[in-house]
């Protein structure tokens, strides 16, 4: 009978951490698959005493008996993926024989880059804040009907190709102020893009299709987050993808009715990196401490990221656009030892209270929040303290969906597996 895929996402700003609950339940996937964003992630995986972030590569890549595939969704940057897989093949870890590229995945060029540095330098205040991995001028040329793909790398005029494109590329940085260029920078690319054309091509919409009527189930990977997501994010304040589970469709040609569960991951309190509206952001020393005790800074870019108390109408937004059927929770462990919590159950919004996620979140918003109890040290070992307990409770009954793992530390073993009928 054909197998059904699953799809997990971040249901915040990103860096909730995918890359963990990924890696936790990738056994139970014979196929991981990224459907979106590029190296403006970085995914986190923790175990036997050693770190490794992940940019392109699925989390999955970690567990043996996984297939990891890079959907046509992701825009891939050669140089970025060759030094992943350098890293990995150092350590040890078997990458080639298990990684896929999908032919319809766009690729980034280093003039993508010099022109997302262009266009951010040229916002000045109004900058989105982007990781400035070329992200969103890949994305353009993919709508603009312009973009290099994988799969025009087995084509005999690939360089043609990739020429007229950096030259559109040279035209409209001559509307940017100049902007400094790294030296190389082409040889660089194009000796990553001989390396890349080593790698198994697929094409990855037919390849899914067999998987799933083999059997065997998939699992969907994102990136970023619902907030960032190009349409329901908090423009233009996000990235140049759909991160939300249609992306998931789009990204890896996966029709919607295969898709069963959507796990939606969610830290106990928000975090955000990068510019843009975060209603309940804590600029105080409260903020400090939560970036400092959950070592709050960029996995990719190492920028302190914004911290602040958990925002339920947004969680619910992201319950709702995504079908999430369950939700992880990280990062508990991070607010133990404090006497009370805070959690924002709505919004004050031109004289009322909603509850709703409003069209613009930069004006006039005003967070209402309702304190808790807090909790005292916690281990994925014991019972979960009784305020955490509370706490869990809590966030189901607002947003309507179980919480089915809960993550206390960052290592691998640092997990909470619950029983999925535990809604209350
Ligand atoms: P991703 O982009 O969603 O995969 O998340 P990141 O890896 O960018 O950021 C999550 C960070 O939190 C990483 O540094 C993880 O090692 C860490 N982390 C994940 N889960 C937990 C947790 O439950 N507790 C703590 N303290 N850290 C965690
Ligand atoms: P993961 O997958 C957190 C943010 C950037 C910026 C905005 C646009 O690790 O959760 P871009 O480089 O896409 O043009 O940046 O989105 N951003 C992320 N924030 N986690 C991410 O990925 C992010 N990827 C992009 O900081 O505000
Ligand atoms: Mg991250």
Redesign the pocket.
């Given at each position: 009978m054909s197998a059904r895929m699953d799809v997990l996402l971040?249901a915040q700003w990103?860096?909730?951490?995918?890359?963990?609950v990924v890696d936790v339940i990738a056994p139970e996937y014979p196929v991981i698959a990224r459907f979106q964003g590029g190296p403006n992630?970085?995914?986190?995986l923790?175990f036997e005493g050693r770190k490794h972030v992940l940019h392109t590569i699925p989390s999955g890549v970690f567990r043996g008996g996984t297939m990891n595939l890079v959907g046509n969704g992701v825009v891939i940057d050669p140089i970025v993926l060759m030094k992943e897989i350098s890293a990995l093949e150092a350590v040890g870890v078997d990458v080639r024989d298990r990684l896929l590229l999908s032919r319809r995945a766009h690729l980034i060029l280093p003039t993508h880059r010099t022109l997302d540095a262009a266009s951010e330098a040229e916002k000045g205040k109004q900058r989105i804040g982007s990781t400035l991995k070329g992200i969103g001028p890949t994305y353009m040329d993919k709508t603009g009907r312009n973009g290099l793909r994988v799969g025009d790398l087995e084509r005999s005029d690939m360089m043609d190709r990739y020429s007229a494109l950096v030259r559109k590329h040279e035209r409209l940085l001559g509307l940017y102020e100049p902007m400094e260029r790294p030296v190389d920078a082409e040889t660089e690319w194009l000796d990553a893009v001989a390396r890349l054309r080593e790698l198994r091509f697929v094409d990855s919409e037919n390849y899914l299709d067999d998987v799933l009527r083999s059997g065997k189930r998939v699992l969907a990977e994102g990136a970023q987050g619902t907030l960032l997501d190009i349409d329901f994010g908090t423009y233009p304040f996000v990235t140049s993808s759909n991160t939300i589970c249609a992306g998931a469709c789009t990204g890896l040609g996966v029709a919607p009715n295969r898709i069963e569960k959507v796990v939606g991951?969610f830290k106990a309190y928000c975090t955000r990196v990068g510019s843009g509206p975060f209603p309940t952001e804590l600029n105080d020393e409260l903020g400090e401490a939560i970036r400092a005790k959950?070592?709050e800074f960029g996995?990719t870019t190492g920028r302190a990221r914004r911290c602040g108390w958990l925002d339920l109408p947004a969680l619910r937004y992201a319950v709702t656009i995504n079908g999430v059927t369950e939700l992880a929770m990280?990062?508990a462990?991070?607010l133990a030892g404090m006497s009370s919590v805070r959690v924002c159950t709505g919004y004050r919004h031109q004289g009322r209270v909603t509850e709703r996620m409003p069209y613009d979140l930069t004006t006039d918003i005003e967070p209402v929040y309702q304190e808790m109890d807090g909790w005292g040290e916690c281990s994925a070992s014991d019972p979960l303290p009784k305020a955490l307990e509370h706490y869990i409770a809590h966030i189901e009954a607002a947003v309507g969906v179980p919480v089915t793992i809960v993550?206390?530390?960052?290592d691998r073993a640092?997990t909470l597996l619950r029983n999925a009928a535990a809604l209350h």
């Open positions: 971040g990103g860096d909730e951490g995918k890359g963990k992630a970085g995914h986190t923790i991951i959950g070592r996995s990280m990062k462990d991070v993550s206390l530390g960052p640092e």
